[in-house]
């Protein structure tokens, strides 16, 4: 792995100033409440799983229409405990907070203006949804992740990327040219058409030689999967993943060319990044749909995408033995001492996570059936304290005394 990393916190912090400007066209104003709209209460039942409806068999239930709340106690929770993680959130500068078990929220949260029907930019969080619309091109025949880049993207034929798979894309190790002023500044910050901004750029390393947490490289998923589907993938994704789990809050953007962005970009709510951490929960299965296969599931998250770094899977952080990075790299700064090791060792190697600038977070933790999902805006209110995703894991974690 390169020194990719070696960036201050201040140079971090003016990347999220100019990124801020070029998010996209849509805008949200934060909300003046806090409060979150009263969800449907209930004692038990299966969530929003319809009546009726043959659902596989280890596939749990999810919500429906609206989100049903069911008491802590009742699914294993600590009450207390999930207060007191609450309590950190709040002093870590979130904007929401929530916990869901079995289709159902156990926690729920706002602070700072934020609320439940408020979405906002999450970052790099994006990169996972890029992923599972490639998965679901994929299961769609529209293409293969083991297809060469070029048949998307001519401009690499005859040039030192035409090796390139879709798979090098989704896994980082396309060896794209990377340097942190090109990628955040240049790319993420100037280019008014960031696709053929990143498409562009030159060749630095073989594919599979070197891991790079490289945006330009992922913004090139934009033409394969346009390319691939004949749609947008802001549309594509409304229609083959949004829509079905009912994340109505929620869209895609693009660049002020009318690229989608693949690489962040998505406004979303905690409501709605929690439907999509079910989802994954659940093996991409929604209410007896199955919106991305099983299969993809496990190829995405179940191990390395590659060789360099084991605790990356395709465009999401696997809680694997590996470089890591994981709340740093999402800023692009971080530890370059080549030390391996899980990101948060006190939990399961199964949690994985979709992470982006700010401390956004969906910790998903299959073998506890639990998905967690904090946001927060991207400059940390004044006097807030740290919440990375281990905080929150580890939070979730403790307060389930009886799984």
Request: glycine letters at 14%; one cysteine or more; charged letters at 20%.
């Amino acid at each position: 792995m390169r020194g990719a990393w070696r960036i201050s916190i201040a140079a971090a912090a003016g990347l999220a100033l100019l990124l801020g400007a070029c998010s996209s066209d849509t805008t949200t104003d934060t909300a003046s409440g806090g409060a979150a709209p009263d969800p449907v209460a209930t004692d038990g039942g299966s969530g929003g799983t319809t009546p009726g409806t043959a659902v596989p068999e280890g596939v749990g239930p999810v919500p429906g229409a609206e989100w049903e709340t069911a008491d802590p106690a009742s699914l294993g929770f600590d009450p207390a405990k999930l207060d007191a993680l609450s309590a950190q959130a709040g002093a870590g500068g979130s904007t929401c907070l929530v916990v869901a078990k079995d289709g159902k929220l156990v926690e729920e949260d706002y602070y700072n203006g934020g609320a439940a029907d408020t979405p906002q930019e999450v970052w790099s969080a994006t990169k996972s949804y890029s992923s599972t619309l490639v998965g679901i091109a994929q299961d769609e025949g529209l293409l293969s992740i083991d297809d060469l880049a070029t048949e998307y993207i001519p401009e690499w034929e005859g040039t030192p990327s035409e090796d390139i798979t879709v798979r090098n894309l989704i896994a980082n190790d396309s060896g794209r040219y990377w340097d942190y002023e090109t990628d955040y500044f240049r790319m993420a910050g100037g280019a008014a058409d960031k696709t053929q901004f990143a498409i562009d750029l030159g060749q630095a390393a073989p594919p599979g030689t070197t891991w790079e947490y490289n945006n330009s490289a992922i913004q090139a998923l934009d033409r394969v999967l346009t390319k691939a589907t004949g749609t947008g993938p802001a549309e594509y994704a409304s229609a083959k993943l949004m829509d079905p789990i009912g994340m109505t809050s929620s869209s895609m953007t693009t660049d002020p060319t009318g690229n989608t962005l693949t690489f962040m970009g998505l406004q979303s709510t905690c409501r709605d990044m929690a439907r999509f951490g079910v989802l994954m929960l659940n093996k991409g299965n929604w209410d007896g749909e199955q919106v991305v296969s099983e299969a993809w599931v496990d190829d995405a998250t179940g191990q390395a995408s590659q060789e360099l770094n084991g605790s990356y899977g395709y465009l999401w952080w696997l809680n694997r033995e590996g470089a890591g990075g994981g709340d740093q790299a999402t800023t692009g700064q971080g530890d370059d001492d080549g030390e391996q090791g899980q990101m948060v060792p006190e939990v399961a190697d199964t949690v994985y996570w979709a992470l982006g600038l700010g401390g956004q977070i969906i910790a998903i933790h299959p073998d506890s059936g639990i998905v967690a999902v904090r946001l927060a805006p991207t400059r940390v209110p004044e006097g807030a304290g740290p919440f990375p995703a281990a905080a929150l894991s580890l939070g979730i974690e403790d307060a389930l005394i009886d799984p």
